[in-house]
C-alpha cells in the first residue's frame, strides 16, 4: 500500500528553488554603469579641455569673438555678452563703427568711368540688364548679380504709408528685371514691419527720407547721375551737389579705389547672410547676395569673404548693404537665393531694383509730409 504523502503532517512539498540573477544580467548592467560613468568623465573632461581653450587660448579666444561678431549682426546680439561679456560687447560695437568711420577717410579717386574703359566693338555690344553666377566659399554659397548699365538702378520703396514690401512684390509692381534689399530699417522687437528707413533715402535725385538735417552725415551707399557708385559718409546737402540719384544708409564701404580695407577675416564683422554692392572701373555694378544660418547648405560669409570676391571681379569700390535675414535677390519674379528667414521674405523700406527704362518708372514718396520722429515703426 503506496503512502499518502499529502495526508501525512510529517512530509511536507519541497520548497520552490529561489529566484536567483543571472551571472550574465549582473554583468550587463555592472558594464552599462561603466559605460554611463566613463561617458560622463569624458564630457565633463573635454569640456573642461573646451572652455580652458575657448576662453585661454588665442585661437579659442578668435573663435570666440568670430562668434561675438557673429551675434552682434543678427536679433540676438545681447547673447554676445555670454561669449565676452557686457561691457566688452560695447566696445566691439563702438569699434566696428569708429573703424566703419575710418575706411570713410580714404579718399575716392574716382576711377570708375563708366561705358569708357570699353573699346568699341564692347560698346556696341548689346548686354542683358543682368547676368547671375553662382559664387561659394568654405562656409557659404550665394550668387553674384551683375548689373551692366548702373544707371538702370533705381531705389524703390513700399507702395502702401505704414507698412514694408518684400522685394518681390516691389519687383512685380513696378514691373523691374530684378531686385534686391538695400538699406536698414528701425525694426523694435525684430518684428519685421520694415516701414521706417533709417538715415537716408534718396529716390529719382529727391530725397524721400531724412531722420536728420540736411548737414548731418551718413554713411551712404548710392549711385550719382554718372552712373558711378557713391559710398562712404556724406551730409545729405553735399550729396545733392554731387548729383547723387539713388542712395540708402549703411555701411561699411570696404574697398576704395581698388584696395581692401578689411585686412582679415578677425575684422570681418562675423559670419552672416550678406548683401552688398560694389563697381568695376567700366560701371558694371555687382550684388553679391549670400545665403547663411542654414547648416549643410551655407552658414555666412564675413565681409572680408565678400572683399576677396569682389577683387577677383575686379571691383574698385564696394560698400556693405543690409543683410541677415533681409538678404534677398529676386528675378523675373522669381526669388533665386535662399532667404535665411523661416518666415520667407521680410518687409522692407528700400530695395535696388534694375529696370529696362529706368526713366519711365514712376516712384512715390510714401514718407512725403511725415514726421519721422513720430512714426511708430512697431505698427502696421
Same mark, same amino acid.
Given at each position: 500500500? %503506496?503512502?499518502?504523502?499529502?495526508?501525512?503532517?510529517?512530509? $511536507?512539498?519541497? &520548497?520552490?528553488?529561489?529566484?536567483?540573477?543571472?551571472?550574465?544580467?549582473?554583468?550587463?548592467? %555592472?558594464?552599462?554603469?561603466?559605460?554611463?560613468?566613463?561617458?560622463?568623465?569624458?564630457?565633463?573632461?573635454?569640456?573642461?579641455?573646451? +572652455?580652458?581653450? @575657448? !576662453?585661454?587660448?588665442? +585661437?579659442?579666444?578668435?573663435? $570666440?569673438?568670430?562668434?561675438?561678431?557673429?551675434?552682434?549682426?543678427?536679433?540676438?546680439?545681447?547673447?554676445?555678452?555670454?561669449?565676452?561679456?557686457?561691457?566688452e560687447l560695447q566696445k566691439r560695437v563702438d569699434r566696428y563703427w569708429k573703424q566703419f568711420d575710418?575706411?570713410?577717410?580714404?579718399?575716392?579717386?574716382?576711377?570708375?568711368?563708366?561705358?569708357?574703359?570699353?573699346?568699341?566693338?564692347?560698346?556696341?555690344?548689346?548686354?542683358?540688364?543682368?547676368?547671375?553666377?553662382?559664387?561659394?566659399? %568654405?562656409?557659404?554659397?550665394?550668387?553674384?548679380?551683375?548689373?551692366?548699365?548702373?544707371?538702370?538702378?533705381?531705389?524703390?520703396?513700399?507702395?502702401?504709408?505704414?507698412?514694408?514690401?518684400?522685394?518681390?512684390?516691389?519687383?512685380?509692381?513696378?514691373?523691374?528685371?530684378?531686385?534686391?534689399?538695400?538699406?536698414? @530699417?528701425?525694426?523694435?522687437?525684430?518684428?519685421?514691419?520694415?516701414?521706417?528707413?533709417?538715415?537716408?533715402?534718396?529716390?529719382?535725385?529727391?530725397?524721400?527720407?531724412?531722420?536728420?538735417?540736411?548737414?548731418?552725415?551718413?554713411?551712404?551707399?548710392?549711385?550719382?547721375?554718372?552712373?558711378?557708385?557713391?559710398?562712404?559718409?556724406?551730409?545729405? +546737402?553735399?550729396?545733392?551737389?554731387?548729383?547723387?540719384?539713388?542712395?540708402?544708409? !549703411? &555701411?561699411? $564701404? @570696404?574697398?576704395?579705389?581698388?584696395?581692401?580695407?578689411?585686412?582679415?577675416?578677425?575684422?570681418g564683422w562675423g559670419i552672416a547672410p550678406r548683401t552688398c554692392i560694389a563697381q568695376k572701373e567700366d560701371g558694371t555694378i555687382m550684388?553679391?547676395?549670400? *545665403?547663411?544660418?542654414?547648416?549643410?547648405?551655407?552658414?555666412?560669409?564675413?565681409?572680408?569673404?565678400?572683399?576677396?570676391?569682389?577683387?577677383?571681379?575686379?571691383?574698385?569700390?564696394?560698400?556693405?548693404? *543690409?543683410?541677415?535675414?533681409?538678404?534677398?535677390?529676386?528675378?523675373?519674379?522669381?526669388?533665386?537665393? $535662399?532667404? +535665411?528667414?523661416?518666415?520667407?521674405?521680410?518687409?522692407?523700406?528700400? &530695395?535696388?531694383?534694375?529696370?529696362?527704362?529706368?526713366?519711365?518708372?514712376?516712384?512715390?514718396?510714401?514718407?512725403?509730409?511725415?514726421?519721422? %520722429?513720430?512714426? *511708430?515703426?512697431?505698427?502696421?
Open positions: 500500500m %503506496s503512502a499518502n504523502l499529502s495526508s501525512n503532517p510529517k512530509v $511536507r512539498p519541497a &520548497a520552490a528553488p529561489k529566484k536567483t540573477r543571472s551571472p550574465r544580467k549582473k554583468k550587463a548592467k %555592472s558594464a552599462i554603469l561603466t559605460l554611463f560613468f566613463y561617458t560622463v568623465f569624458v564630457l565633463l573632461f573635454f569640456g573642461m579641455l573646451t +572652455s580652458l581653450w @575657448f !576662453f585661454l587660448t588665442e +585661437s579659442g579666444t578668435n573663435v $570666440r569673438y568670430m562668434m561675438a561678431d557673429t551675434l552682434i549682426s543678427t536679433q540676438h546680439r545681447h547673447w554676445a555678452k555670454y561669449l565676452i561679456g557686457e561691457e575710418t575706411y570713410t577717410q580714404v579718399k575716392d579717386e574716382h576711377r570708375v568711368q563708366v561705358g569708357k574703359t570699353q573699346t568699341p566693338a564692347k560698346a556696341q555690344e548689346k548686354k542683358p540688364a543682368v547676368e547671375i553666377q553662382p559664387i561659394e566659399g %568654405s562656409n557659404f554659397k550665394g550668387k553674384l548679380l551683375i548689373v551692366n548699365d548702373p544707371k538702370s538702378l533705381r531705389i524703390a520703396v513700399p507702395g502702401t504709408a505704414g507698412k514694408g514690401e518684400k522685394v518681390s512684390s516691389m519687383v512685380k509692381r513696378l514691373g523691374a528685371v530684378a531686385g534686391v534689399n538695400a538699406g536698414g @530699417f528701425v525694426d523694435p522687437e525684430w518684428k519685421g514691419n520694415g516701414f521706417q528707413p533709417t538715415g537716408l533715402v534718396i529716390s529719382g535725385g529727391k530725397i524721400f527720407y531724412n531722420d536728420g538735417g540736411m548737414n548731418t552725415p551718413n554713411h551712404i551707399v548710392g549711385i550719382d547721375k554718372d552712373g558711378r557708385l557713391i559710398a562712404g559718409k556724406y551730409k545729405p +546737402s553735399e550729396l545733392l551737389q554731387m548729383g547723387v540719384q539713388e542712395a540708402v544708409t !549703411f &555701411a561699411p $564701404r @570696404f574697398i576704395v579705389n581698388g584696395v581692401g580695407q578689411i585686412k582679415n577675416q578677425a575684422d550684388f553679391a547676395i549670400i *545665403d547663411g544660418r542654414q547648416p549643410g547648405y551655407s552658414i555666412g560669409a564675413t565681409l572680408y569673404d565678400i572683399q576677396k570676391i569682389f577683387l577677383e571681379h575686379g571691383a574698385v569700390t564696394a560698400a556693405n548693404l *543690409d543683410g541677415g535675414s533681409s538678404t534677398v535677390l529676386v528675378h523675373d519674379n522669381q526669388i533665386v537665393n $535662399r532667404p +535665411s528667414s523661416e518666415y520667407g521674405e521680410r518687409y522692407l523700406p528700400t &530695395a535696388w531694383l534694375v529696370f529696362e527704362h529706368p526713366e519711365k518708372v514712376t516712384i512715390r514718396n510714401i514718407w512725403e509730409g511725415l514726421d519721422p %520722429s513720430k512714426i *511708430d515703426p512697431s505698427k502696421w
